[in-house]
């Protein structure tokens, strides 16, 4: 727990600069995985355990503030650029949406008949999202405008996008947006990396019985990178913790005592925050054959635990998942397991779209920090984490002795 617990502390530091695209952070953490790869004496699946792909992915390296009346709000805390905001600066007095255009026809007159143009509108999420139920030309409209401001009720969530929109566009968190309308100053630093070289991790323990036949243990390394000069994500939870188990289950298979009766192989896949990029080239560029792999279990989200562990794909494969509880309950692994059905959320779910059977596991429990700026390793438990790790190689070890 010692030596996981490191691994979490120094992926999620500020050194690896949220292992995005900024500063090089997702390649800082693939050479610290391939080094420990290397110390364990895994097999390389590809040169130098890296399997290269290229992605196109916009990124917020430089400065980013915004000011509203005399409020310097904080990046990452109040507010974070959108996926897809172009860069720009900007000053004046924004323009509030006027909700009356979704009820009222002669205000959505009014509205179409005012330009936008090198303005500055605020909109509500809600009001964002309703706008698509309006005719098109209201939504291009608004995107006419030089930036948009959403204000988001609860929470701020980043992510990733492969393209750049031409408008600044920020999410601030609407209780930090003053109630009387102030001016506003606005710098949005955005660089689009068009693509951006990047790559998976890849291993493997040879099995001692049958090396030609796989268990496949995955989780993604990359996360969100920066958000201006000075936040950035860490991604502590997702997924520093899910890449520390996949290095403590490589550390258990390596050492000779444990060597398995199946080939044993690690992917540490880049780019997951982009939208799978690197699980989906892997199984596009597949390094073993997919057809060779006897189960894949996908790590992600593996920093809490306190209230069990989620499935996916356990209403799909109900054996394997009966297994899965037969062997909790006996070991008292995790307080509980629950089943789902598919699910696109994580890196198995190329693989099980290719046929391959897969469970995605993931903990559940507190703190609940996601893709934000407090998802750090001072506040994740890892309550789960040495449950689940028995809980995984009781499972591959059953793998390999049917009934
Ligand atoms: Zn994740």
């Not at 030609?212 to 502590?236: C, E, I, K, Q």
């Not at 989200?301 to 306190?306: A, D, P, R, S």
């Amino acid at each position: 727990m010692a030596r996981a617990r490191k691994t979490v502390t120094f992926l999620a530091s500020p050194r690896l600069h949220g292992r995005g695209y900024v500063q090089q952070g997702e390649r800082r953490a693939a050479d610290y995985l391939r080094q420990r790869f290397a110390a364990l004496g895994l097999q390389p699946l590809a040169l130098g355990y890296f399997q290269p792909f290229t992605l196109d992915v916009n990124t917020f390296p430089g400065r980013l503030r915004l000011r509203v009346g005399r409020q310097q709000l904080r990046p990452g805390a109040d507010f974070i650029a959108a996926p897809g905001s172009g860069p720009g600066q900007l000053r004046g007095q924004p323009i509030q949406l006027d909700t009356l255009i979704f009820t009222d026809e002669a205000a959505g007159q009014r509205f179409l008949s005012a330009p936008l143009e090198g303005r500055i509108v605020v909109l509500r999420q809600r009001d964002a999202e309703r706008l698509r139920t309006l005719p098109d030309v209201f939504a291009q409209r608004v995107a006419e405008a030089a930036a948009r401001i959403e204000l988001v009720p609860a929470k701020l969530t980043a992510s990733l996008a492969p393209e750049q929109a031409e408008q600044v566009q920020v999410q601030v968190l609407a209780a930090r947006w003053p109630a009387t309308p102030a001016p506003v100053e606005l710098a949005v630093e955005a660089r689009l990396q068009p693509a951006y070289p990047t790559q998976n991790v890849v291993g493997v323990v040879r099995g001692a019985v049958q090396p030609d036949s796989f268990v496949v243990v995955t989780a993604h390394y990359d996360h969100l990178g920066r958000m201006g000069r000075r936040a950035y994500f860490p991604g502590a939870n997702d997924n520093a913790s899910g890449t520390a188990l996949l290095l403590e289950l490589a550390a258990h298979y390596a050492q000779p005592a444990n060597r398995p009766r199946y080939s044993v192989a690690f992917l540490a896949f880049g780019a997951e925050e982009a939208g799978l990029v690197g699980s989906r080239y892997f199984v596009a560029h597949p390094l073993l054959p997919l057809d060779r792999i006897r189960f894949l279990i996908n790590l992600d989200l593996e920093g809490t635990g306190q209230a069990g562990a989620t499935v996916v794909n356990g209403k799909v494969h109900e054996r394997e998942y009966q297994l899965l509880e037969r062997l909790n309950a006996a070991g008292g692994h995790l307080p509980a397991l629950a089943p789902r059905g598919r699910a696109a959320n994580s890196d198995h779910y190329p693989f099980s779209e290719a046929g391959v059977p897969a469970f995605f596991l993931y903990l559940r429990g507190t703190p609940t920090y996601y893709h934000d700026v407090f998802d750090r390793a001072e506040t994740l438990p890892l309550s789960g984490f040495a449950g689940l790790f028995k809980l995984v190689v009781a499972y591959c070890q059953r793998l390999e002795h049917p009934l």
